[in-house]
């Protein structure tokens, strides 16, 4: 089939808890870092050497993502852009994990372990109680929604099962209606994206990385359906940046 | 004190353009280091002062959404939906667009500037297509339903009036709380013509870069009162409806 479409999806810049290594997730507003303002910076280069324009972008309701998505547009000179956010394209929930060290925990619990937490599809993290400390959720931005639908925790799968109505009843009809689309998101709510997009299965998306701060182009058929897609940036800095989620997971690391 | 809703406004904060004295209109002037700081300077005052936003509502030029966004850095409210029009657009200065305020002065004289600041239906002369400054190839005004050449006061007061009851006010009906950030001449004509019979017992209101100021107006929408915040420690009232209307 041939490409009619063309999407751009970036996952945020680095985070004050990725420098330090820590879940972060949904309930968490973490700030960019200074390298991941410049990560920011980098992927709109990478995208305005490539001549990509855009007429809309989505992003989530965490400043990490809309901040991304602000030094994009100020490279790109498209500060105009409509810019839509929802709360279905946040970073999964990552639960009792929220605040505490990925690499502690592969100490403690084994490297394999915290892969499965990290990468897997079924696997839901233990609920994060209110009354805990590392429970610093700003519930503001979801003041208008059934609370319920507010998650304590949840799987790939449960990302992916919130996600997917936004891309049916927000992002595919404006592809189809012809406007060039950006999506600035998250590492999980990128890979349910990928996971969708490519139709990987349930035990194949445990190896999905998408890195932080490089442009992932779907070129989409008449049908959605990606004829290909590919990384802008080079291979080395595409093999850094995964390499840069992997070890985030190996004990003894302690941040960048 | 009057009740009913309160909106904020705030002008962008200082261009390039404003800095050097030059006609913006619709060119897409950006904020100065300084602009920056004031911009900065005001999500402080908003902040200090305890305002939350549901809403935003901003022009399609940079000058003002980039205000905006830090103003929302520093209310620590990047999440709030930003709906930027170009209703809310500064006056389109037509063929005085880019130019020297100085030179337009000694060209046209003191009392065709007058006209064209003051004047209802006054035109600035039209921008050409040819000329660097012609914003209708740009892809934010596709569908405009005019050829950008320049407005009238009337011309911008219509589309400001426009934005004021198609948006903002069934927000404030539905109870949430907006904040605007917009254009000097845009938001001195708008705020003079909500209601004609307030007097600001000055001439024209003055809007500065980035001075935040709280429209307070009764429950039938009309302006009650007026406060710039934290002038020199003090609230400026700068208009109070008179008594007969």
């Not at chain 1, 009809?173 to 600035?184: D, E, F, Q, S, Y």
Request: charged fraction near 25%.
């Amino acid at each position: 089939m041939a490409t009619k479409y063309k999407l751009v999806i970036v996952r945020h810049g680095e985070s004050e808890f990725t420098l330090k290594s820590l879940f972060c997730g949904f309930g968490n507003d973490a700030d960019l870092s200074e390298t991941g303002a410049k990560e920011a910076t980098h992927a709109a280069e990478l995208i305005k050497q490539e001549g990509i324009e855009f007429d809309v972008a989505y992003t989530s309701v965490l400043k990490r993502a809309i901040k991304t998505l602000y030094l994009i547009q100020e490279v790109l000179d498209c500060h105009w852009l409509p810019v839509f956010k929802s709360w279905r394209l946040n970073e999964r929930h990552h639960g009792a994990l929220q605040g505490l060290s990925k690499s502690e925990m592969a100490e403690k619990y084994g490297e394999d372990k915290v892969k499965l937490w990290r990468r897997s599809y079924h696997v839901r993290p233990d609920p994060l109680d209110k009354t805990n400390e590392r429970y610093c959720f700003n519930a503001k931005p979801y003041a208008h929604m059934d609370q319920s639908m507010i998650p304590d925790c949840e799987s790939l799968k449960d990302t992916v099962e919130r996600l997917l109505p936004y891309w049916y009843d927000e992002i595919a009809p404006a592809i189809k209606c012809g406007k060039r689309v950006l999506i600035v998101a998250h590492g999980n709510s990128c890979r349910s994206l990928v996971k969708f997009l490519e139709n990987i299965s349930d035990d194949d998306v445990i190896n999905v990385e998408v890195p932080q701060g490089i442009p992932l182009i779907y070129e989409l058929g008449e049908d959605l359906r990606p004829v290909k897609h590919y990384y802008l940036g080079s291979e080395e800095e595409l093999a850094a940046g995964k390499a840069k989620q992997i070890n985030q997971g190996k004990p003894n690391f302690k941040g960048y | 004190m009057a009740t009913g809703y309160s909106v904020v406004l705030v002008r962008h904060a200082q261009s390039e353009f404003n800095r050097d004295k030059i006609y913006t209109g619709w060119c897409d002037s950006d904020l100065t280091s300084d602009g920056v700081e004031e911009a900065k300077n005001a999500g402080k005052i908003l902040c200090e002062y305890g305002f939350e936003f549901d809403l935003a509502f901003t022009s399609v030029l940079k000058r003002a959404i980039k205000t905006l966004y830090f103003i929302q850095d520093e209310l620590d409210c990047h999440w709030i939906p930003v709906t930027k029009t170009w209703l809310l657009n500064e006056r389109h200065s037509g063929k005085l667009q880019g130019r020297s305020k100085v030179e337009v002065l000694e060209q046209y004289g003191q009392e065709q500037v007058h006209r064209w600041n003051h004047a209802l239906h006054e035109q600035p002369p039209p921008l050409a297509e040819t000329d660097e400054h012609w914003n209708g190839n740009d892809k934010r005004y596709a569908g405009l339903p005019f050829a950008p050449v320049g407005e009238s006061l009337q011309q911008t007061l219509q589309r400001s009036l426009q934005f004021w009851h198609n948006l903002v006010v069934p927000a404030l009906k539905a109870g949430q709380k907006p904040l605007i950030c917009g254009h000097g001449c845009y938001l001195r004509n708008l705020l003079k013509h909500l209601d004609s019979n307030c007097s600001t017992g000055k001439k024209q209101l003055e809007t500065p870069n980035a001075a935040p100021f709280v429209l307070h107006l009764d429950s039938d929408m009309r302006p009650a009162n007026l406060q710039f915040l934290n002038r020199h420690g003090n609230d400026i009232v700068l208009f109070k409806r008179s008594r007969d209307s």
